[in-house]
């Protein structure tokens, strides 16, 4: 039962004697009140109680629609965002060849080669090498984007999910590994087979064996480069891509500038910590 305060108890009591009401009426009356008034409160309690379950069954509708269409939209727009600046910072000059996080280096086989070389004065000779690998790289980065554009389009909502609900911090980085590598593959060989002519790869690697293969050390060196170059820019793209998928997930930098991002990432978080 509701608790009056004293002094409206004290006010309704003397009001009603005042009036010559029998003390019988009087203890009818006061009744009559906190009865009326008790009711009043449970009305307001169980409107209360209506609206707030309405309003969790608003949001739970609203939870539900992210982890499906709207997970959709978000993880291809941070995907597409975050392709779009890993490209852009990979195909510019010194994307590759200015990062020691993806700059090419000499194949794991013709590491002695350099040293070798390098230490009969040659190394001017290998650093224009590495370069011009880089640089070729550099240039075949660009015909990584509508391979991507052509993987996202494919993306079903069961995948985005997955991406975003999902253990894994590198869920869409492996995602786009497992649906994109061969198409990448297949899209670079060539822009970087031309690359490495324009900036004389082969004929600096030609160079460089060639020196090496007239020393008296036996084992010949023979490498493809093409495969070689190709394979390696590749993993550098997927280093950026993870490291921007990183960035998303995590806000850093403000990352997610869009409101479907804060949205869609938000709610992950809120499940994440659950």
Not at 19 to 47: H, P, R, V
Not at 75 to 100: H, R, T, V, Y
Not at 218 to 223: F, P
Request: proline share 2%; charged share 20%; hydrophobic share 40%.
């Amino acid at each position: 039962m509701m608790k009056f305060p004293l002094l409206y108890c004290t006010l309704l009591v003397s009001a009603l004697l005042y009036s010559n009401t029998s003390e019988g009426q009087i203890f009818k009356k006061i009744t009559e009140a906190l009865a009326k008034a008790n009711q009043g409160q449970t009305d307001s309690a169980k409107t209360t109680t209506a609206s707030n379950t309405k309003a969790t069954a608003s949001k739970s509708n609203t939870l539900t629609s992210l982890s499906n269409s709207d997970a959709s939209s978000g993880i291809k727009q941070a995907l597409s965002n975050g392709l779009n600046m890993s490209i852009e910072s990979l195909a510019k000059k010194d994307g590759f060849l200015g990062d020691a996080t993806v700059k090419i280096l000499m194949p794991a086989e013709a590491q002695k080669v350099e040293k070798t070389l390098r230490a009969v004065g040659m190394g001017k000779l290998c650093d224009q090498f590495i370069q011009s690998m880089n640089r070729a790289a550099e240039g075949a980065v660009k015909e990584a984007a509508p391979v991507f554009v052509n993987a996202l389009s494919k993306m079903t909502i069961t995948d985005a999910t997955n991406i975003l609900l999902g253990s894994k911090e590198d869920a869409a980085t492996t995602f786009f590994k497992t649906n994109t590598s061969t198409e990448l593959t297949d899209k670079f060989r060539p822009v970087i087979k031309s690359a490495m002519g324009t900036n004389n790869v082969d004929q600096y690697w030609t160079q460089l064996t060639t020196a090496y293969n007239n020393l008296p050390l036996g084992n010949k060196v023979e490498t493809n480069l093409t495969a070689y170059v190709t394979q390696k820019a590749i993993d550098g793209l997927f280093i950026k891509v993870a490291d921007q998928e990183s960035k998303i997930r995590h806000n850093i930098g403000g990352s997610r500038n869009t409101n479907i991002l804060q949205q869609v990432f938000g709610y992950a978080d809120e499940k994440k910590f659950k």
